[in-house]
């Protein structure tokens, strides 16, 4: 009898969740589900789990080797792109088949008031001249340090600037954040919901990445006639690229065999 086919799915995404219960209990495959351990609370796969990094290239090396395994399916988030760069590196170093699962990009439709930013960084610089006063931060809770000078200066108009930042984890203790209030919240959200939300609040702004999935946020900003700065996606590494589970296990099973 043939030996399971060991797949190690680095996870983090809606989609990676989907993807690990449809592959639990598959006849073919012993699936080890990966979550960095950046949510405090993830909702967890079924099936073998690992939390923690890996320790860059060479222990992702050693772990494949160590558990045997013979691919990997990365469907982290969008803008992972460290993870992704070492999953490429350490798969192809050990000739391990990967393909990379991400969600298609949000495209900006007609009326749409999108500003494209090459980072957070840019982002923050471009803020520096734009009069907006009431700003909606939708990024998590890694990159805020970028907004704290802009919390502390007044607009170009002389008003003072406010963020509205929303997580679904609170920042580590002794995170500077830029002045406004802190929302912890998970989605999903409804395009009602958001539109509440920034009419509460009085935003004039939307600052989010290019994740992908749920634009709900962006319907309401839309429909509110907001400007968005739109985070655009680091580039992927070579390689196969899926853009849905279902894609994802066609791959799967055709690297079971």
């Given at each position: 009898m043939a030996r399971l086919r060991n797949l190690l799915l680095l996870g983090g995404t809606g989609e990676a969740l989907r993807l690990a219960r449809e592959l639990h209990g598959h006849g073919r495959l012993r699936c080890i589900s990966s979550l960095a351990g950046r949510t405090e609370v993830p909702e967890q796969p079924p099936g073998e789990l690992?939390?923690?990094?890996?320790?860059?290239?060479e222990g992702l090396t050693d772990y494949l080797s160590t558990e045997k395994i013979d691919l990997v399916l990365d469907a982290t988030h969008p803008?992972?792109?460290?993870?992704?760069r070492h999953a490429h590196d350490a798969c192809r170093l050990l000739g391990i088949p990967r393909a990379k699962l991400v969600r298609p990009a949000w495209v900006a439709a007609p009326g749409?008031?999108?500003?494209?930013?090459p980072s957070i960084a840019a982002a923050a610089t471009f803020l520096r001249f734009h009069p907006a006063q009431r700003i909606f931060l939708a990024i998590g809770r890694q990159d805020l340090g970028a907004f704290v000078p802009l919390g502390e200066e007044d607009t170009p108009h002389g008003h003072?600037?406010?963020?509205?930042?929303?997580?679904?984890?609170?920042?580590?203790?002794?995170?500077?954040?830029p002045r406004g209030e802190l929302l912890l919240a998970r989605g999903p959200f409804t395009p009602d919901d958001e539109k509440a939300l920034m009419q509460q609040h009085r935003i004039d702004l939307l600052v989010t990445r290019n994740s992908g999935g749920s634009a709900a946020k962006i319907a309401a900003a839309a429909e509110l006639h907001?400007?968005?700065?739109?985070?655009?996606?680091p580039p992927l590494p070579p390689g196969e690229v899926l853009e849905s589970v279902s894609a994802a296990l066609s791959w799967i099973n055709i690297h079971a065999v």
């Open positions: 690992r939390v923690g990094g890996f320790g860059g290239v803008f992972a792109a460290q993870m992704a749409d008031r999108w500003s494209l930013m003072e600037r406010w963020f509205l930042i929303r997580s679904i984890d609170p920042p580590a203790a002794g995170t500077a954040l907001l400007p968005v700065l739109m985070i655009e996606r």
